[in-house]
């Protein structure tokens, strides 16, 4: 009997253990509704203080619990810059921080003193027109954990299937939500000056790497191309579809001289070909005519050669008319004779 109760005791204790957690996730945001909207940002221009850092986006929960101990009141920040799945994840850049001010208020300055006396630097962010934008409940620390979780994949598949250009990812915690933003402009002017830096490096290491190319094949790698790539300005990124845009217009512009030359090259076939088969029937008219006029050569010689044997058989006519006539004298002459 004793037996019987403490197994149902432990089961007892076992359902109210997952009970217990089942809730706590629930409460978390687990299953809470995700909505991906573009529109308004949750936020306007801000002054921040932020460190910058360098690594996996998984390692971010020190610099939080730093920036959180010093304005414990004070939103945090968070500004990942890079695409795990295009950059390897040590060389994630991000920075953390919490937001002193928003708006046209004046950041304090002894709390903005305290920051950089833990070394924080101090950045404002602008403010943008349109965003995509969605949030998470932040009721327990595990928020933080699962935020990401519901929140990343769905937030990249909109993005993608909308092919918009969106960047960097922007998270604005609160004390009961956490807000995500992706800025569709101005992006470049999130960058903080440690990742200009660090992209202008990129950039002339992938400079460097082009002049290698072109000095392997034998081209100048101080050509106009590679003077213009090394001085693209920081808003690059920002132009880099109207580039593109307006490159995939250039190139559509031989396309279409190469669809017109081809109908001009089809024309002159065509009136080549009218003007060889009008050649070819003047030809042949020629050759007709040239036919019918031996035609009439030969028909005349035939006319004539028959009307020179007409002719020579009119003298042996007249020749046999002669020899009977002669004959039928000499037959009279006898007659006459014996008749004497």
């Excluded at 579809?241 to 669809?259: E, V």
């Amino acid at each position: 009997m004793s037996d019987l109760i403490l197994v149902l005791l432990i089961v007892v204790l076992l359902v109210c253990l997952l009970a217990t957690v089942g809730g706590f996730l629930l409460y978390s945001g687990l299953l809470s509704d995700v909505v991906i909207k573009t529109g308004p940002p949750p936020i306007k221009n801000v002054t921040i203080a932020y460190k910058f850092k360098e690594g996996s986006y998984k390692d971010c929960g020190a610099a939080y619990t730093e920036t959180c101990s010093i304005g414990p009141k004070l939103s945090s920040i968070g500004v990942f810059y890079d695409d795990p799945k295009q950059r390897p994840s040590e060389k994630c850049r991000y920075i953390v921080g919490s937001v002193l001010c928003e708006g046209e208020e004046k950041p304090d300055e002894e709390l903005q003193k305290l920051y950089e006396k833990f070394g924080f630097k101090v950045f404002s962010l602008p403010e943008v027109s349109h965003a995509v934008t969605t949030s998470f409940p932040c009721t327990t620390p595990l928020s933080h954990i699962l935020g990401p979780y519901r929140i990343y994949p769905r937030l990249t598949s909109y993005i993608e299937e909308r092919k918009l250009c969106a960047f960097p990812t922007i998270e604005i915690c609160s004390s009961d939500v956490i807000n995500y933003m992706v800025p569709l402009s101005r992006q470049t002017d999130f960058f903080v000056p440690e990742m200009k830096d660090e992209v202008k490096t990129d950039m002339k290491e992938e400079d460097s790497d082009e002049d290698r190319g072109t000095d392997i094949t034998g081209a100048d790698s101080h050509s106009d191309v590679s003077s213009v790539s090394g001085g693209v300005p920081w808003d690059s990124r920002e132009t880099s579809l109207a580039a593109s845009t307006a490159a995939s217009l250039a190139s559509s512009l031989p396309l279409r001289d190469i669809m017109d030359a081809n109908e001009d090259i089809k024309h002159r076939d065509h009136s080549d070909r009218g003007s060889n088969e009008s050649m070819g029937s003047g030809s042949s008219f020629e050759e007709l005519d040239m036919d019918q006029d031996e035609q009439e050569q030969v028909d005349g010689e035939e006319k004539g050669e028959k009307e020179d044997g007409e002719e020579e058989a009119v003298p042996e006519g007249e020749d046999d008319a002669k020899e009977d006539v002669e004959l039928a004298a000499e037959k009279k002459e006898p007659l006459g004779e014996g008749e004497e």
